[in-house]
């Protein structure tokens, strides 16, 4: 494996010999009932402070798995996933999901929501502070206007925008995306993609977010995991993305290295780790 | 109701117009109840049935003093049809209370928990079956007293499906919503008020719905508990052992129509207070 601690953001602080976060040789096996089924086998990985990492992989192979031990809804069966040299056991706010399905709750206006958020995780901070964040995280996400809508009544786009100011208002230091944008339309998505960034670039925190799309993990991420098939899928490739931030979409697709790093992408996922379709 | 839409000559700003438009809504069933009501009617005065005719219910003068002034006060148990009606339901009233607030907490501790669930469904399954009459001499037995005997029986039939639905709503919170609030970390109070009330609380009211019927419908029962009081479940007992035949009809029918207010205005209810979930 080859050396995972570089830090690969111009002008972070030097890190420790402790990192951020790390993955100690991680395996997840599932109990079945035709046996113990292993998802994720002796995963060795680490995270810098401040980095956008984007892990790819086909379905089923255990992204989702690998990122619930980060937020702490699954524990590893054997090994840690270390923040802060402190092993993660439980969820916390510190550790904020974007959920798959948005999560958000349908009985309140996408202000609550946000409000909701921020009044759980600080509840002794001053009313009006709360109401200051919460306005000004609907703001970065251009919801101001729908503010006092109900979820029922956003498009999946503006659902998608809600749940990520409730996840940036609280503040966390990592903030774990499972393939938020899939289910939207290529303009909306790429809209997003450039809010996430311009987000991303005022707070630095870690971001972990699972995508399907090459050309999104390589316009958004610093590193791209690259996961080998399950079971025991283990990480195959750790593809660093260099471009320089903040980024624009036309001019990295100019750059001959972005169809380099593509077609080695997609060497890696269609041919040395080709899906088998026979299930 | 008038019609709203914009005013056209001829038949569309015609109330008589709308009315023949819309017949598709109300001509079935005014059809169907005028159809039963004339079968009623035939049968009873060519003596097919023992039951008094439909229109005895007017010609009767016990039964048109009834319809005609539901407000008078003779003192003792010779009072109008709303006097009787508002005795039942302040007792209904007491034992659903009773009933909802019992069914909500106790649905909402076995939805969260598990194990308590598995070591009293047995026990609940088995006692909603038994109906609202059984519970009469033991309620008797119980409380030793009518009044708390007969909110007893109310209580009991009403507070299954409550209960129940209650657990069920709970157990139906998405395991998304549980992980917001675990992310979060919130306390157990705000995921009761944020997250769980408002999630169950459609399934809470199907529970209630379903509970006011039955509430209504034990109301004979309890009220044949407490000869000697005022309430429309003893009025028709009360008809029956002085062979009043019609009042009985009177007050069944009586009985049938205040259910269904009841059971619309939980509907009416249930819409505003969660509405398009
Ligand atoms: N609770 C569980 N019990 C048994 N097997 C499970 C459980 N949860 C997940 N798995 C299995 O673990 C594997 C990885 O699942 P995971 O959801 O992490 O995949 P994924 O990479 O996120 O897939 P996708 O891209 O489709 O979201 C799958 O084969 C799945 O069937
Ligand atoms: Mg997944």
Redesign the interface.
């Known amino acids: 494996m080859s050396t995972l601690l570089q830090p690969t953001l111009a002008g972070l602080p030097s890190p420790s010999t402790e990192a951020f976060l790390r993955f100690e040789n991680v395996s997840k096996v599932y109990p079945t009932p035709t046996g113990p089924y292993t998802v994720l086998d002796g995963i060795d990985m680490a995270v810098n402070q401040g980095e956008f990492m984007c892990v790819i992989g086909h379905s089923g192979c255990g992204k989702s798995t690998l990122l619930n031990m980060v937020?702490g809804?699954s524990t590893p069966s054997s090994g840690q996933v270390v923040l802060h040299g402190n092993a993660i056991t439980?969820?916390?706010?510190d550790?904020?999901?974007v959920?798959q399905?948005y999560?958000l709750?349908?009985?309140?206006s996408a202000y609550d929501n946000v409000y909701?958020?921020i009044?759980?995780?600080k509840p002794d901070l001053p009313a009006v502070e709360k109401k200051e964040i919460t306005r000004e995280h609907l703001a970065m996400v251009g919801l101001t206007e729908a503010a006092d809508k109900k979820i029922?009544q956003l498009s999946g786009g503006m659902k998608q925008r809600v749940a990520i100011a409730r996840a940036l208002a609280?503040r966390p230091e990592v903030l774990i995306l499972d393939e938020p944008f899939g289910a939207l339309d290529a303009i909306t998505k790429e809209e997003l993609q450039e809010e996430l960034l311009t987000i991303w670039n005022t707070q630095k925190c870690t971001v972990l977010m699972i995508t399907h799309d090459i050309d999104e993990a390589l316009f958004l991420a610093d590193r791209l995991v690259m996961m080998t098939n399950g079971p025991a899928a283990k990480i195959g490739e750790i593809m660093e993305i260099n471009f320089p931030r903040p980024r624009n979409r036309e001019e990295i697709m100019e750059d001959p290295i972005y169809y380099d790093m593509r077609n080695q992408a997609l060497d890696f996922l269609y041919s040395r780790f080709a899906h088998d379709d026979t299930e | 109701m008038v019609p709203t839409s914009p005013r056209r000559p001829g038949v569309a700003s015609n109330p008589l117009g709308w009315l023949t438009r819309s017949s598709g809504t109300w001509l079935p069933p005014l059809l169907g109840t005028g159809g039963f009501l004339l079968l009623w009617q035939i049968l009873s005065s060519a003596g097919v049935i023992a039951l008094p005719a439909p229109s005895s219910l007017f010609t009767e003068e016990r039964t048109r003093t009834l319809i005609l002034y539901p407000f008078y006060d003779r003192g003792g148990l010779d009072k109008g049809l709303f006097w009787q009606t508002m005795a039942s339901l302040s007792r209904v009233a007491q034992g659903y209370t009773l009933a909802a607030l019992v069914g909500i907490a106790v649905g909402i501790t076995i939805g969260l928990k598990p194990t308590i669930n598995r070591a009293f469904d047995p026990l609940f399954q088995f006692l909603r079956m038994v109906a609202p009459l059984a519970w009469v001499p033991i309620a008797l037995v119980l409380f030793q007293k009518n009044q708390p005997a007969a909110i007893f029986v109310i209580f009991i039939t009403a507070i299954w499906p409550i209960l129940i639905n209650t657990a069920e709503g709970v157990r139906q919170i998405?395991q998304?919503?549980r992980?917001?609030a675990?992310?979060?970390?919130?306390?157990s109070r705000?995921f009761f008020t944020?997250?769980l009330i408002?999630?169950a609380l459609p399934y809470i009211f199907t529970g209630l719905r379903i509970s006011i019927g039955l509430a209504w419908l034990a109301i004979i029962a309890a009220e044949i508990v407490m000869p000697g009081t005022l309430g429309i479940g003893f009025f028709i007992w009360d008809a029956y052992q002085q062979n009043y035949v019609g009042e009985i009809v009177l007050g069944v029918i009586w009985i049938g129509a205040i259910g269904l207010v009841l059971d619309r205005l939980m509907a009416w209810l249930q819409t505003r207070i969660?509405p398009?979930?």
Do not use: H, T
Request: proline share 12%.
């Open positions: 937020s809804f439980k969820p916390g706010p550790r904020m999901v959920f399905g999560a709750l349908p009985w309140f909701l958020a009044d759980s995780v029922n609280i | 998405p998304d919503y992980n917001v675990l992310v979060l970390q919130m306390s705000r944020k997250v408002p999630s969660s398009g979930q």
